[in-house]
Structures are given as C-alpha cells and as structure tokens.
C-alpha cells in the first residue's frame, strides 16, 4: 500500500501469517506504528482477493491547490466503498476541496491513505447547504484515515466573520473540519489537521475509537476552534497527540463513554473539558473518562468540567492523572455554575450531577494563582472528588490557592493547594 516500504510491507505480510496461527504474538504488530496497514485488510490480503488501490488522480483530481477536486474523490470514494479491501490514495500533492460526504456502509474494510495536502476552499457560498461540515465520513465501518497528510480547514475567513471576532456580527455556525459522524470501529491515525474554520475533528455518534498520532494545530486566537471533539461517542481511545488551538484542545460533551486520553500534549488553548453539559435545561450524560499523562502549557484551562445551572444527568467516574501544568490559568476546575451567554444566567435548582472525579499525580504552575476552583451547585453539590498527591505552585513562585464552594473533596498523599 505505500509502495516506499516494501521492507515493511513483507514484514507485515509474515507476521500477519504468524497472527492467524498465534494470535498472542500480534498486540504488536498492530501496534506497530511502520505498519500502515488496518489488520483486517491484511489478513483479506492473504485470505482473499489482494487489496486495491483507488488513487483519486485516477479519477481526475488534479491536485494543483486551485482546482477543486471535489467530483474526482467523490467519484474514487464511491468505487473504493463498493470494493473488497480498497484504499483510497491521495499522493503527495495539494488538493483544493469544498464541502464533501464519504458515505458508508461500504462493501469491505477500507482505508483511506492521505499523503498530500487537502486544502479547503474559502468560498464560504459553498456552504451554504450544511454549514456544519467540510469533510464527513458518515456511516462507515472499520475505516481507517491514516497517512501522514494534511487537512487544512482554511479557517482564516470564518474566523474573520465570526461573532466572536467582530462582535457587529450575528454568531453562525462555522464548518468543523473533520467529521466522523456515525463511524464503528474506526482509526485515525497519523495526521495532521490544521487551521480548521470551526471544529477540527469530531467523533460524533461513533463507537471503538482509536485515534493515535494527531497533530491538531490553529492559532490560540482563532474562535472556537476546539481540537478534538467527541459528542455520542462510546469506546474512543485518543492518544499520542499534539493539540494546540483556540478553543477546547479536547471538548467531550452529551452521550460519551469510556473515553480514554492519553500521553496528550495541548496548548494554547482552552483545556481538556467535559462539557458544557447541560444547557437550556437538557440533560446530559458522560461517563468513563481518563486523562492520563497530558502536558498543558499556557492553556486558559488545564482539566474542566463545565456544567450550566437547569440542566440534569450527570458527569461520573472520571479520571485526570499523572498531568504537568505549566503556566496554566484555571489547572484544575469544576464549574456547574457555566454560563457563556451575554445574559446573566438564573439560578436554577436542577444541575448536571458531577460525581466521582479523581485527580492523581498533578503538578506544575498556575498563572491565576487560583490553582483548583471548585465551583459546585448548592442545590447538587459534587459529590465523591479524591485529590491525590497535587502540587501545584503560582507561576513565578509562590503558593496556589484553591477556591471550593459545595464539595468536600477527600484528600490522599500531599496535596497542595488545599481547599480550606
Ligand atoms: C511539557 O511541556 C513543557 C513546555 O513545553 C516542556 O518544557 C516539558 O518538558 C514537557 N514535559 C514533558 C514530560 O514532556
Ligand atoms: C461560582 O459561580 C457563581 C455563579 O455563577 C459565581 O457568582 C461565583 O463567582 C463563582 N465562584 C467562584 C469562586 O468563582
């Protein structure tokens, strides 16, 4: 499949040969990050027909960063989804795209092979039909997104238009990048997504996630540009990436379950959030989440949860540990008191239920000073909050306080600040 690799290519042929008669000595090769082949594909390499490659080239793209290439790669994606073991190739050149739907369920395992640069257009009028998306992966099973490349969301001219910028402007939804809207069993790996008009990435409604290898890059200015979002989704594993944006570096929001972040590398931007949750009275359930070793550098936030007043349901059994903080504003915060609205928000007595949150091995600075705030519901105060061995310091020295209003968190090891 990447014809640059035969060496790896033959090794994956013979251990994939090893897999079916030994299964215990695969967890490797599948783990194996030179091997850019889904374990599916391989074994319906040697079981059935050889796998085939779509090259949108093939199909008229023409990959000169003006053109847009939208009718080629819909045209290969809809002959790599009718096929056995397709991989669809974009090479290493620069394709334009506008709004585009990879449709699933396909015929077979398939994998999508990025190598070049896919750019968005900034003709905003081309969304005009579905203003939430650019690039959509809908309904696709075992799909693999891998390659090295780029998708680049173009964003500058949303952000310009976006109310957040210039305030005279009515807010309006803006494209997210990448969607993976009702996707099983699903990896991502591998890639670079940049410069997105709204979100970068979302799982949406997917389950068995594996997304590994991610470099998730836009200004820390540009508006609501959260990294990776994850809403619906359940099984998702995200690790080994670099996220540094405007917005939320990993936002998890309504329906999302077992959710497991890890060795994650975020900054600027806003944080790891759970939530909001819970808005315009709603109710929302997250439950499951572990943040384990992350790296936060002059984020607004470290690890969030965000609730609003009137809501119901709950955000439980939740996990931040082994965490660096540097220079971060807000490291370590529950707030169920959210409100981001221009409007003041009532008080109301209903409240997301936050319970069951443990916070493990966290150190590093806080630029506010403030390093845990935890802002709990009277009505619904948080309930089952452990701190575990947290140092945390104020940027350029001195002690961090912690502000807690409705919790009593219990306390193991040394923790530091200390709510009073
Ligand atoms: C975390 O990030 C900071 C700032 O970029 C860096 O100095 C530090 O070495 C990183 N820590 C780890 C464990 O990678
Ligand atoms: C907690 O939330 C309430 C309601 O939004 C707000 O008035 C208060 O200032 C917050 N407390 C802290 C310590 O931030």
């Known amino acids: 499949m990447d014809s640059k690799t035969p060496v790896v290519h033959i090794h994956a042929l013979i251990m994939s040969v090893f897999c079916l008669f030994f299964s215990s000595s695969c967890r490797h090769v599948l783990e194996d990050p030179r091997i850019h082949v889904p374990f599916r594909a391989r074994r319906s390499l040697l079981l059935s027909a050889p796998a085939t490659t779509f090259d949108v080239n093939d199909f008229g793209a023409r990959g000169d960063g003006s053109h847009d290439d939208v009718q080629a790669f819909q045209k290969a994606w809809e002959e790599a989804c009718s096929a056995t073991g397709a991989v669809l190739v974009v090479p290493e050149k620069n394709y334009l795209l506008g709004p585009i739907t990879f449709s699933g ?89 940049q410069n997105a008009q709204q979100i970068h990435v979302s799982f949406d409604k997917c389950s068995d996630v594996r997304a590994a290898d991610l470099q998730v890059i836009a200004p820390g200015s540009s508006p609501n540009t959260d990294g990776i979002h994850v809403t619906g989704t359940q099984n998702i594993q995200i690790s080994s990436s670099i996220i540094g944006t405007g917005d939320d570096c990993i936002s998890i929001v309504d329906g ?40 936060f550098s002059g984020t607004t936030n470290g690890v969030r949860i965000k609730t609003w007043q009137g809501g119901s349901g709950s955000a439980s059994n939740i996990k931040f540990q082994n965490i660096e903080m540097h220079d971060v504003s807000n490291p370590i915060i529950i707030d ?82 200390h709510c009073s």
């Not at 379950?257 to 590398?265: E, H, K, R, S």
Request: glycine share 10%; with cysteine.
């Open 256 to 295: 999302s379950q077992n959710v497991q972040a890890m060795d994650i590398t975020c900054g600027p931007g806003h944080g790891v959030s759970i939530g909001s949750l819970g808005s315009g009275n709603s109710e929302a359930h997250v439950s499951g989440v572990t943040v384990n070793r992350a790296n």
């Open 105 to 193: 369920p396909c015929q077979d395992d398939i994998t999508f092979q990025i190598n070049g640069i896919i750019r968005a257009s900034d003709d905003r009028s081309a969304y005009d039909g579905d203003r939430r998306h650019w690039i959509m992966f809908d309904g696709v099973q075992n799909l693999v997104v891998q390659g090295g490349g780029t998708f680049d969301g173009n964003g500058l001219i949303w952000w310009q238009n976006s109310c957040k910028i210039n305030k005279a402007l009515p807010c309006k939804d803006a494209p997210t990048a990448l969607t993976f809207y009702n996707c099983e069993n699903l990896i991502t790996r591998n890639l670079k997504i």
């Open 336 to 417: 169920q008191n959210y409100c981001d609205q221009d409007e003041p928000c009532e008080q109301q007595r209903s409240a997301v239920e936050v319970r069951n949150v443990m916070y493990q091995n966290i150190k590093g600075t806080s630029a506010s000073g403030v390093a845990i705030e935890f802002n709990c519901s009277q009505s619904v105060p948080c309930k089952g909050i452990v701190l575990q061995n947290i140092d945390m310091q104020k940027t350029g020295g001195g002690s961090a306080t912690a502000s807690c209003n409705n919790i009593d968190p219990e306390y193991i090891g040394t923790v530091s600040p």
